[in-house]
């Protein structure tokens, strides 16, 4: 594991990344320049819970039924937001279906 820009491991940043969210997501987008690994990772984070979060809050406007699916999405974002975070612990480029590639032409544009 090569260090970033930062002076944290790349595997640790790129947990970091996820740590928070689509807000750490952010973070670690703005502070990592050159190191693909986090950038990936950071710009997957972005998508996946910035998707999430979006789509629970509009579930949340629907009565009961959007309730139940807003659950439902925050047991999915929890379980996601485990795995995404042991993945890039084991430096991993683990790229999820749809928001993997999304990422990848995201960061090919940065």
Not at 4 to 20: F, K
Request: charge should be neutral; aromatic fraction near 14%.
């Amino acid at each position: 594991m090569e260090k970033t820009s930062t002076g944290l491991q790349e595997n640790v940043a790129g947990l970091l990344c996820y740590l928070g969210a689509w807000v750490t997501g952010i973070i670690f987008l703005i502070l990592e320049p050159k190191n693909r690994f986090v950038r990936f990772h950071a710009v997957q984070s972005i998508v996946v819970f910035g998707v999430l979060s979006v789509a629970g809050t509009m579930l949340g406007f629907i009565p009961f039924t959007g309730w139940i699916m807003s659950s439902f999405l925050g047991v999915l974002s929890f379980i996601l937001w485990i795995v995404l975070m042991v993945k890039a612990y084991q430096g991993e480029y683990y790229k999820l279906p749809v928001a993997g590639d999304l990422a990848e032409q995201l960061l090919g544009k940065l």
